[in-house]
C-alpha cells in the first residue's frame, strides 16, 4: 500500500521578513497593492497552497486558487482545510487594507460552513474577504468562496484583534494602570 505514484510537488518561496517589513512602513492597502504587483514577495502560505492574490481595493482582497490533488484528504476530495485557509486569509487581509502603517491583527477565531464538496475538476476558486466592522481593538470580517460561475461553496465569519502601535504614555500614567495610554 506504500506505492510511490510519481507524483511530486515542489514550492519555492521567498524571505517571509522581507514583506513583514515592507508590512510594517505601509499602510495595509499600500502593502497588498504593492505585493499585487509583484513588488513584495507573496507570503510562503501562498506559494505552499497554491493560491494568488487576484484583486485589491479599500476593505477586499479575492484570493484565486486551482485545486488539484496535491489538496486532496484520505476520502478523495479536497481537505476542507483548503477552504479554511483561503477564507481566513482573505478575512484578514480585507482588514488589513482598511489598517493604517504601523497596525498589526490577527485572527481570534472564525466559523465556517462548507457548503459543498471541492474536487481537482471543481475549477478556479474565488475568495472574497470584506470587513464588516472595523473598531479600535477588535474587527469583524467575512468572507465567500464560489466557483467561477458564482456556485458558493464556503462562507466564513471571523472574529479579529488589531495591534494599534502603542502611544507614549503621558507622564505620571503607567503602562498597565486602568485609562493609562497603551493599556492593553
Not at 513583514?20 to 505601509?26: F, L, M, N, S, Y
Not at 484570493?63 to 484528504?73: A, D, I, S
Not at 497596525?103 to 460552513?113: A, D, H, I, Q, R
Amino acid at each position: 500500500m506504500n506505492e510511490t505514484s510519481g507524483r511530486t510537488l515542489t514550492v519555492a518561496w521567498q524571505d517571509p521578513m522581507m514583506g513583514a517589513k515592507v508590512a510594517r512602513g505601509t499602510s495595509g492597502l499600500e502593502f497588498w497593492r504593492a505585493m499585487q504587483k509583484g513588488e513584495v514577495p507573496l507570503p510562503p502560505i501562498c506559494e505552499l497552497v497554491g493560491f494568488e492574490l487576484a484583486e485589491v481595493d479599500e476593505g477586499r482582497v479575492v484570493f484565486e486558487c486551482v485545486p488539484g490533488e496535491q489538496h486532496y484528504n484520505a476520502i478523495g476530495v479536497v481537505h476542507g482545510g483548503l477552504a479554511c485557509t483561503l477564507l481566513d486569509s482573505a478575512m484578514g487581509c480585507a482588514l488589513h487594507t482598511m489598517l493604517p502603517a504601523g497596525t498589526g491583527f490577527t485572527t481570534l477565531e472564525f466559523k465556517t460552513n462548507l457548503l459543498r464538496p471541492i474536487v481537482a475538476d471543481t475549477g478556479t476558486l474565488r475568495c472574497e474577504g470584506r470587513p464588516i466592522h472595523v473598531g479600535g481593538r477588535v474587527a469583524l470580517a467575512e468572507a465567500n468562496l464560489t466557483d467561477e460561475s458564482g456556485i458558493l461553496y464556503a462562507h466564513a465569519t471571523s472574529t479579529l484583534m488589531v495591534f494599534r502601535p502603542r502611544k507614549e504614555a503621558p507622564k505620571g500614567d503607567a503602562e498597565g494602570e486602568p485609562g493609562a495610554v497603551g493599556t492593553p
